[in-house]
């Protein structure tokens, strides 16, 4: 197991990439603090689910955008299970609309979970791990969208960027203390967050067309690379980025 008796927080963690990370980091031997934002039936399934693999399980509800939620977070884990080892920054969203009349309210919406979010909980978690003095792992959530573009993203694809950059400043930042920060790109995994974007045939044919592998990526494949980055079996990689594409971005002709 590559997480045996680690504590692992996840922001996001109800649905999609998110949820799929928390029970494998459960499966890998891990203890769980999962924050979710909107619903408390679905948070009591994935606490379910970890406990069913013997592990233990706690949920800290918060909108990550609110810079108080991420000392809130880190606190409750710390209360319920002790210590941070890893910490993956996950939540997103990804409203589509078109660049030249973004509302402006969406733009910020978006920046604010996405890349602020990102930071609060990031800072959180680094000063429990600088506390504690033993080092440890930080694995944020970025996106193929941080290196190539997308029509109704112009919004979302530069906090893609910005998280990938917030893991390289601070894989610098936290170096000295023993915390390694990595960022994983997915490609296009079929979610919540594309469900109707993707539920035009058209555009899922043409999406599933574009990918070498010949399918979209399930939340179960990015799970399993967080598990690795988080592990000590990436303990010499900080300020990497791993494309999970399913080959997609090397497919340019
Ligand atoms: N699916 C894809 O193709 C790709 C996704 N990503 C990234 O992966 C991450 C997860 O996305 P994915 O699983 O696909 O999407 P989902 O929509 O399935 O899940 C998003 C998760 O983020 C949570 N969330 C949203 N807003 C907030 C908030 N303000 N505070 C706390 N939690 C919040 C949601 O909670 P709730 O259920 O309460 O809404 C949910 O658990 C995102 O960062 C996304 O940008 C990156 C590349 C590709
Ligand atoms: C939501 C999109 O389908 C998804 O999000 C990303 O970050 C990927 O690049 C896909 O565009």
New binding site residues.
């Given amino acids: 197991m590559l997480l045996e008796n680690k504590v692992v927080l996840i ?8 949820r799929a990370t928390a029970i494998e980091a459960a499966r890998q031997g891990a203890n769980v603090a999962i ?5 408390d039936a ?1 948070a009591a399934e994935v606490v379910a689910e970890i406990e069913a693999l013997g592990r233990k399980a706690v949920v800290f509800d ?4 609110q810079p108080d939620s991420a000392t809130g977070f880190v606190q409750a884990a710390v209360d319920a299970l002790g210590r941070v080892d890893v910490f993956v920054s ?5 409203p589509f609309h078109a660049f030249l009349d973004m509302p402006v309210e969406t733009l910020r919406r978006t920046m604010e ?2 890349l602020h ?1 990102a930071y609060f909980m990031v800072q959180a978690a680094a000063n429990q791990m600088v506390k504690q003095g033993d080092g440890g792992s930080i694995v944020a ?1 970025s ?3 941080a290196l190539v573009g997308g029509e109704m993203q112009t919004h979302y694809t530069p906090t ?1 960027a910005g998280v990938h950059s917030l893991m390289q400043s601070c894989a610098v930042a936290l170096g000295r203390h023993g915390i390694r920060c990595n960022s994983v790109l ?4 079929a ?4 469900k109707d974007d993707l539920a035009d045939p058209a555009k899922r044919e043409y999406m599933e067309g574009r990918i070498p592998l010949g399918r979209l990526g399930r ?1 179960e494949d990015i799970a399993s690379v967080v598990a690795f980055l988080a592990s000590d079996m990436a303990s010499y990689m900080s300020g990497s980025a791993l494309l999970v594409d399913g080959g997609a971005f090397a497919n340019f002709q």
């Avoid at 997915?186 to 995994?189: D, L």
């Fill in positions: 922001t996001g963690a109800s649905r999609g990439i998110g924050n979710t934002f909107r619903d679905v918060a909108d990550v955008a996950n939540a997103g969203i990804c979970v996405n979010g959530i996106s193929i969208s893609k997915p490609g296009t995994i979610t919540d967050i594309n939340p």
